[in-house]
């Protein structure tokens, strides 16, 4: 997540202090992400620097220091909102990382440990549920970000499932590895919410 390209939009709205603009993106992403205050302060402090925002001047330092997007921030922003993210090189997972790890070591169950990430990911997928049905009608902003979570949530079930799948099936050549048992495959997602 891009805090610089945030800041930017919510200057675009109007001038705004740091600690506004820190409770202003936590509010508007539903509090799932905090915020340290001292990034906000080094990234407006950078962006000031690049001639994308100003401020009110070094004369008034501090909290109430008011800052404003400038012509080329404004032409970052939209720039930055036109551009793809670069999904081509995929990022370390460390779910991904573990079950890779845990095939190359000896006595590791590995459908177990399947199992145990599934479990943490539905209760998960749960409680982000909960909250977006407790969400207010008035703020879309929750709602997406939980949506979003449920659905990235989503794909790590799916991935889990496939990765049983694959690893039930006896590779060529290997005779001793066991195949899954039809009564242990969990039930689909939909069911377990």
């Known amino acids: 997540m891009s805090v610089r390209h945030a800041l930017l939009a919510l200057l675009s709205e109007g001038p705004k202090y740091g600690l506004q603009l820190r409770q202003e993106f936590e509010s508007r992403t539903g509090e799932v992400w905090p915020l340290n205050v001292g990034q906000v302060y080094l990234t407006l402090q950078r962006l000031e620097r690049d001639e994308l925002i100003e401020s009110d001047g070094a004369e008034r330092d501090g909290p109430q220091k008011t800052f404003r997007i400038t012509t080329a921030g404004a032409g970052e922003l939209e720039a930055w909102l036109g551009t793809p993210p670069d999904l081509a090189i995929p990022p370390r997972d460390e779910l991904v990382i573990k079950?890779?790890?845990?095939?190359?070591?000896?006595?590791?169950?590995?459908?177990?440990?399947?199992?145990?990430?599934?479990?943490?990911?539905?209760?998960?997928?749960?409680?982000?549920?909960?909250?977006?049905?407790?969400?207010?009608?008035?703020?879309?902003?929750?709602?997406?970000?939980?949506?979003?979570?449920?659905?990235?949530?989503?794909?790590?079930?799916?991935?889990?499932?496939?990765?049983?799948?694959?690893?039930?099936?006896?590779?060529?050549?290997?005779?001793?590895?066991?195949?899954?048992?039809?009564q242990s495959a969990p039930t689909r997602l939909e069911a377990q919410l």
């Open 99 to 182: 079950v890779l790890v845990a095939l190359r070591m000896p006595g590791v169950d590995v459908s177990a440990l399947l199992q145990v990430h599934r479990r943490h990911v539905v209760e998960l997928m749960q409680r982000y549920t909960h909250v977006k049905a407790e969400a207010s009608a008035d703020d879309p902003g929750l709602p997406l970000v939980v949506d979003a979570e449920l659905f990235r949530l989503e794909g790590i079930v799916r991935w889990l499932d496939a990765a049983e799948a694959r690893l039930g099936q006896p590779a060529a050549g290997d005779p001793a590895r066991p195949s899954a048992d039809p």
